[in-house]
């Protein structure tokens, strides 16, 4: 926890000014509270008894002086509140765009393993809580020590036998407060844990909001939400518990210690043993002496939220990419396209089960490859690992003769453009997801792009043209529109490789030719690879792979590998019976 708390402390750093500041009106704002009973109790027990023109204008005075306090912890409130807000805010800012940097470094093999909730309440509710932790926990600390040691201080100068007799109940307080502590502290991880779960499925649920209305299953998605809403609700009944039995338990503490207090004080009166305005101003303290430990209540469920918060936090920050950057890793220049697969072996992380064993491919220079087999043969893992969406367990991957792992990772993928069948388009309009292609694009080239991919015109067609919102993940679009919009994408990229990944195979007849037509445009004098369903889009294709679960059965042109009457000419003639 030490060394969790330290890392956590760091987030002050670009903002010591703030942070100090805060502190330094949270001190102040806590002085002033303990001072005004004092005057309090000066008044009545001396000016009261001076000679009444005297004493009206000392009373005055300090009345002046009084209202001056109130206004000045007014404004130290109001500092606390706003500016000390304002950091927590910008520190959740920079946590917030940290944790994301980080989630764009990481490979597809950890996003293989997660859900998109889990990940999205991290961003979230995580970072809500730290924040608040941040911004709330050393004020509400400071205030609480100062209060608490400030009022016994002046109760123990007042009257030492009921500032003993507040204190006597403080030890039994914090034995109760850290036993509660450490049960709320695993009631709220797990509350996080399933509040995440319910992010998921309703990111689940309305992401596939199409395929539940077309199956009429908004009852059984409802029922699935039910399900895991009661588990949210299971878990937090259990940490409410811990929550009633401490909050009652500390507030019976606190007014057994007020009544304590008045009756020993009572008992002292009624032997004269102390004046009564020493009573009034004891029982003032008392509320200086007892709302730290209410504060400090406050203070524990924040840390218990905001601590495991940053836990989880942590545990994601503490996930290494698996791919990066070798140290010595260079940059791509003058890239022809020659692709070299030597002896390369693939498995995914936690399967002992290789996708790909042994392979060697060489493919040239602006080579048209098509790829075709049998579902799970390896045709779309063989592609990912071009780009090193994954990297090979065994052998290595040439581009132009360079180790793709000794290539910077940014370099490489500039240089390689991908088609694939399920289009993701982001909320926006259609020239914003083309400059995606460029961010720096001038509309001209956009426009250009979106010519060359045989889109142009039906955008044209568009109640705003180019500026038409596409809305999420472009539902406004037809399939073939769609894939038009991610091919004058790549067209914009201008990549000297191209992958194509079954990017035809969802598509009608009519919206295929055109689509298709681009492709191959786009293909002309680039390194190309097509994963293939309608084997009819790759007749053209200078070199057709066959890839079975034992590597590349067959190798040729459509011609020959037709003539061979193996699995290539069975699969073709069976997608035409």
């Given at each position: 926890?030490?060394?969790?708390?330290?890392?956590?402390?760091?987030?002050?750093?670009?903002?010591?000014?703030l942070?100090?500041?805060?502190?330094?009106?949270?001190?102040?704002?806590?002085?002033?509270?303990?001072?005004?009973?004092?005057?309090?109790?000066?008044?009545?027990?001396?000016?009261?008894?001076?000679?009444?023109?005297?004493?009206?204008?000392?009373?005055?005075?300090?009345?002046?002086?009084?209202?001056?306090?109130?206004?000045?912890?007014?404004?130290?409130?109001?500092?606390?509140?706003?500016?000390?807000?304002?950091?927590?805010?910008?520190?959740?800012?920079?946590?917030?765009?940290?944790?994301?940097?980080?989630?764009?470094k990481l490979?597809?093999?950890?996003?293989?393993?997660?859900?998109?909730?889990?990940?999205?309440?991290?961003?979230?509710?995580?970072?809500?809580?730290?924040?608040?932790?941040?911004?709330?926990?050393?004020?509400?600390?400071?205030?609480?020590?100062?209060?608490?040691?400030?009022?016994?201080?002046?109760?123990?100068?007042?009257?030492?036998?009921?500032?003993?007799?507040?204190?006597?109940?403080?030890?039994?307080?914090?034995?109760?407060?850290?036993?509660?502590?450490?049960?709320?502290?695993?009631?709220?991880?797990?509350?996080?844990?399933?509040?995440?779960?319910?992010?998921?499925?309703?990111?689940?649920?309305?992401?596939?909001?199409?395929?539940?209305?077309?199956?009429?299953?908004?009852?059984?998605e409802?029922?699935?939400?039910?399900?895991?809403?009661?588990?949210?609700?299971?878990?937090?009944?259990?940490?409410?518990?811990?929550?009633?039995?401490?909050?009652?338990?500390?507030?019976?503490?606190?007014?057994?210690i007020?009544i304590?207090?008045?009756?020993?004080?009572?008992?002292?009166?009624?032997?004269?043993?102390?004046?009564?305005?020493?009573?009034?101003?004891?029982?003032?303290?008392?509320?200086?002496?007892?709302?730290?430990?209410?504060?400090?209540?406050?203070?524990?469920?924040?840390?218990?939220?905001?601590?495991?918060?940053?836990?989880?936090?942590?545990?994601?920050?503490?996930?290494?990419?698996?791919?990066?950057?070798?140290?010595?890793?260079?940059?791509?220049?003058?890239?022809?396209?020659?692709?070299?697969?030597?002896?390369?072996?693939?498995?995914?992380?936690?399967?002992?089960?290789?996708?790909?064993?042994?392979?060697?491919?060489?493919?040239n220079?602006?080579?048209?490859?098509?790829?075709?087999?049998?579902?799970?043969?390896?045709?779309?893992?063989?592609?990912?690992?071009?780009?090193?969406?994954?990297?090979?367990?065994?052998?290595?991957?040439?581009?132009?003769?360079?180790?793709?792992?000794?290539?910077?990772?940014?370099?490489?993928?500039?240089?390689?453009?991908?088609?694939?069948?399920?289009?993701?388009?982001?909320?926006?309009?259609?020239?914003?997801?083309?400059?995606?292609?460029?961010?720096?694009?001038?509309?001209?080239?956009?426009?250009?792009?979106?010519k060359?991919?045989?889109?142009?015109?039906?955008?044209?067609?568009?109640?705003?043209?180019?500026n038409?919102?596409?809305?999420?993940?472009?539902?406004?679009?037809?399939g073939?529109?769609k894939?038009?919009?991610?091919?004058?994408?790549?067209?914009?990229k201008?990549?000297?490789?191209?992958?194509?990944?079954?990017?035809?195979?969802?598509?009608?007849?009519?919206?295929?030719k055109?689509?298709?037509?681009?492709?191959?445009?786009?293909?002309?004098?680039?390194?190309?690879?097509?994963?293939?369903?309608?084997?009819s889009?790759?007749?053209?294709?200078?070199?057709?792979?066959v890839?079975?679960?034992d590597?590349?059965?067959?190798?040729?042109?459509?011609?020959?590998?037709?003539?061979?009457?193996?699995?290539?000419?069975?699969l073709?003639?069976?997608?035409?019976?």
């Amino acid at each position: 926890m030490k060394k969790t708390l330290k890392q956590l402390a760091g987030y002050y750093k670009p903002y010591k000014g703030l942070f100090f500041s805060d502190l330094f009106f949270a001190v102040l704002g806590a002085g002033i509270t303990l001072v005004i009973p004092l005057l309090v109790r000066y008044i009545t027990s001396n000016v009261v008894y001076y000679p009444v023109e005297k004493a009206v204008n000392v009373i005055i005075k300090l009345g002046i002086f009084m209202i001056a306090l109130v206004l000045l912890e007014a404004f130290c409130n109001f500092y606390i509140a706003y500016y000390g807000h304002l950091m927590g805010a910008r520190i959740e800012r920079d946590m917030r765009n940290e944790i994301f940097s980080h989630y764009q470094k990481l490979s597809f093999a950890f996003f293989d393993n997660q859900k998109v909730g889990q990940l999205l309440s991290r961003v979230t509710s995580d970072l809500f809580e730290i924040s608040e932790l941040l911004h709330h926990g050393p004020e509400d600390l400071i205030i609480s020590i100062i209060k608490f040691v400030g009022a016994f201080i002046i109760l123990a100068f007042i009257n030492i036998r009921l500032a003993l007799a507040a204190f006597f109940f403080i030890p039994f307080l914090i034995l109760y407060a850290l036993y509660f502590n450490r049960k709320m502290e695993t009631a709220f991880q797990r509350n996080r844990a399933r509040i995440a779960d319910i992010n998921t499925q309703i990111e689940d649920s309305l992401s596939g909001i199409r395929v539940v209305k077309s199956f009429a299953n908004e009852q059984e998605e409802m029922r699935k939400f039910k399900i895991g809403n009661q588990r949210f609700v299971e878990s937090k009944k259990q940490s409410y518990q811990y929550m009633g039995t401490y909050y009652s338990g500390m507030g019976a503490f606190t007014t057994l210690i007020t009544i304590v207090v008045l009756l020993v004080g009572a008992f002292s009166l009624t032997k004269g043993q102390m004046p009564v305005e020493d009573l009034v101003t004891v029982l003032l303290y008392i509320n200086n002496f007892t709302e730290p430990v209410k504060k400090l209540i406050n203070f524990t469920e924040q840390f218990q939220n905001g601590y495991s918060g940053y836990v989880r936090f942590r545990e994601i920050m503490a996930v290494e990419p698996d791919i990066t950057d070798d140290a010595d890793a260079c940059e791509l220049t003058d890239v022809k396209g020659a692709i070299d697969f030597e002896n390369v072996s693939f498995s995914y992380e936690g399967n002992k089960e290789q996708v790909l064993k042994n392979v060697n491919l060489k493919v040239n220079a602006g080579e048209y490859v098509a790829l075709v087999g049998g579902s799970g043969a390896g045709k779309t893992t063989l592609c990912s690992l071009i780009p090193r969406f994954y990297d090979v367990t065994e052998g290595r991957v040439l581009l132009d003769g360079q180790d793709i792992r000794k290539l910077k990772l940014h370099s490489l993928r500039s240089k390689i453009g991908i088609v694939q069948q399920d289009v993701y388009l982001f909320a926006g309009t259609v020239m914003e997801n083309i400059r995606y292609g460029k961010p720096d694009a001038t509309d001209e080239e956009v426009i250009q792009a979106a010519k060359a991919a045989n889109a142009h015109d039906f955008i044209m067609e568009l109640d705003d043209g180019y500026n038409t919102d596409i809305g999420q993940r472009g539902v406004k679009l037809s399939g073939g529109q769609k894939q038009r919009l991610s091919i004058a994408r790549v067209f914009l990229k201008n990549p000297p490789i191209l992958i194509f990944d079954e990017a035809t195979s969802a598509l009608d007849n009519e919206s295929e030719k055109i689509v298709q037509d681009s492709l191959e445009k786009l293909s002309a004098d680039r390194t190309t690879f097509v994963i293939a369903h309608r084997l009819s889009t790759i007749r053209k294709a200078q070199r057709i792979l066959v890839l079975t679960e034992d590597g590349i059965a067959e190798e040729g042109t459509h011609q020959e590998l037709m003539e061979k009457e193996g699995i290539y000419s069975s699969l073709y003639k069976l997608s035409f019976s």
